[in-house]
């Protein structure tokens, strides 16, 4: 029987018992009254023995959107909203799926836990004093009643509220558009002004399955992640800030923003882009982190072009073993243009990845991207910071497979995937003109046009290297034989000049010299 049919029964018995009790109340005295109260109270549990907790939608003093109203909402929707009979449509901002369906309102459905059945009501009160005002206002109180056995008690209020709230916060989470935040100057006039994050939705396509790479080499990036994503409590234990940085270094086109926006899908985590280069300090940088959420990620890309994070380290050092004027007054040029125009430094970033401050948000991923990694400084790439060099390659053989499945949906072909492999192990070229050349380029390039498309680019590539490698070796030559001639005209020189002071020595023992 439903619970709402229950109350319908009990009403007039209810009916009943409060005209009894109002004349009980008018005519006996209080010692009487409250001896009979404790047994009607009784009577009432014995009769009723269902408890009921409200979650109203707005709380506090401002009368804010309850968090715990909208998770419950959330939970309510997916798993047991459907078999309500009246539905209830509203647009969600920010999610996957805007349209979300909720029980309408003295709705009832129930739902299941353990075990054990409980009841969630939608209802509303609406104000017994009607409001007078030109401005349209809602005084609509909304709240979700579950209602449930009292033998229940314990394991409702402490295991299944805590199960509705975890499991309407992941809905939530998994619903929600991932959101790209840039740090830019607000206005134009404004850019010597501090810098901002604004942000837009992030729709990346990119996905570890269509990520192209060695197998074995992604499948130790998703192990790792998700090491990270579980890793709440061992972070705890080992006393680290649950943080992880990724380095991602190689030749461009090789993936590395593609492998970012495949991460963020993945972990489900923001991105917040760092441009690292309109940063105005050490301060600003700080602000800008602090106002980061946790599960996300931050990026900053072409880290060796955005500093001269090297530099700054390497000139100090210099100064130091050289005492050469020039390069002093280049220093103090440089470090007056540094004050001026920007006082971010290299441990000020340093104290960003792993600072005290670092620490103010959880669950989070640092990924730097770079061409050249040798150029980096090695504070800042050493593991703790930065705990997973990932090296993106030229494209492989199995990294193409991939790329033919992303673009052409073909996984073999006798004849012509042997030729690329043989050409692919003896040239190089990046995923991204391997996908240039796959993409078919009009309704008229079939599967084997693109193929060989790829053939001829591989073996134009390959007799380009070819080239290169014999200039190199005719330049190695050339380089060789000059190093061998100036080696010999210089011992011929030392020779002549050893054979010239000895004759001087001669001349000077048979006394001709004066
Ligand atoms: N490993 C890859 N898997 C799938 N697609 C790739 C891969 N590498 C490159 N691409 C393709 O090539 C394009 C360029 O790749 P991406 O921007 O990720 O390179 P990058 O390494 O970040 O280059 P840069 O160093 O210039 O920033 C992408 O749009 C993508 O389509
Ligand atoms: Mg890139």
């Not at 558009?177 to 740090?183: E, H, I, R, S, V």
């Not at 073909?410 to 492999?421: A, C, G, K, Q, R």
Request: charged residues 30%; aromatic residues 10%; hydrophobic residues 35%.
């Amino acid at each position: 029987m439903k619970i709402g049919e229950i109350w319908s029964n009990l009403g007039s018995i209810m009916a009943s018992i409060m005209f009894v009790y109002a004349m009980f109340d008018k005519f006996f005295p209080p010692p009487i009254r409250r001896y009979f109260r404790k047994y009607t109270n009784k009577l009432t549990s014995l009769m009723y023995p269902y408890i009921q907790i409200k979650f109203h939608e707005l709380s506090g003093d401002h009368l804010k959107r309850s968090k715990t109203y909208t998770v419950i909402q959330t939970y309510l929707s997916a798993n047991s909203s459907q078999r309500a009979k009246r539905l209830k449509a509203e647009v969600i901002k920010d999610s996957q799926n805007p349209l979300v369906l909720s029980m309408d309102d003295n709705q009832e459905i129930t739902d299941e836990f353990n075990g054990i059945k409980v009841w969630w009501s939608a209802n509303h009160t609406t104000p017994k004093t009607p409001s007078f005002s030109f401005h349209p206002t809602s005084d609509e109180k909304r709240f979700l009643t579950l209602t449930f056995h009292e033998r229940n008690r314990d394991v409702i209020t402490t295991s299944y509220i805590q199960h509705v709230l975890e499991e309407g916060k992941a809905i939530t989470r998994k619903n929600r558009q991932l959101k790209l935040y840039t740090n830019s100057p607000s206005k134009d006039w404004m850019r010597y002004m501090s810098t901002k994050w604004s942000h837009t939705t992030f729709e990346h396509p990119a996905s570890f399955e269509t990520l192209a790479m060695e197998p074995e080499k992604k499948e130790e990036i998703i192990n790792d992640l998700l090491k990270f994503k579980e890793g709440k409590e061992y972070y705890t234990k080992v006393g680290k800030a649950w943080k992880r940085g990724y380095l991602l270094f190689g030749p461009p086109g090789t993936g590395k923003s593609t492998m970012i926006s495949a991460i963020a899908n993945f972990m489900n985590y923001d991105v917040y882009d760092l441009e690292l280069t309109i940063v105005k300090d050490n301060n600003e940088l700080k602000r800008l982190l602090i106002e980061t959420s946790s599960k996300s990620i931050i990026v900053i890309e072409d880290i060796d072009c955005s500093l001269d994070l090297t530099g700054q380290r390497k000139m100090k050092k210099e100064i130091d073993d050289d005492e050469n004027d020039e390069k002093k007054k280049l220093m103090s040029k440089a470090k007056g243009e540094e004050k001026n125009e920007s006082k971010l430094t290299l441990s000020g970033l340093l104290n960003f990845i792993d600072g005290i401050w670092s620490a103010c948000g959880r669950e989070r991923i640092i990924i730097f991207t770079t061409n050249f990694v040798d150029k980096l400084d090695p504070a800042l790439i050493r593991r703790g910071r930065m705990d997973k060099h990932i090296e993106m390659s030229y494209c492989s053989y199995e990294a193409f497979k991939v790329l033919a499945r992303n673009y052409l949906d073909v996984e073999s072909h006798d004849e012509l995937f042997p030729v690329i492999e043989k050409l692919l192990g003896e040239t190089i070229m990046t995923p991204a003109d391997v996908a240039e050349n796959l993409m078919p380029k009009s309704i008229t390039e079939d599967l084997e046009t693109c193929l060989k498309k790829l053939i001829q680019s591989l073996e134009e590539a390959k007799k380009k290297l070819e080239e290169e490698e014999a200039k190199k070796k005719v330049e190695e030559e050339e380089a060789r034989l000059k190093e061998e001639k100036d080696k010999q005209e210089f011992a011929q020189e030392e020779k002549n000049v050893k054979a010239d002071e000895h004759s001087k020595e001669n001349a000077k023992e048979n006394g001709f010299v004066h």
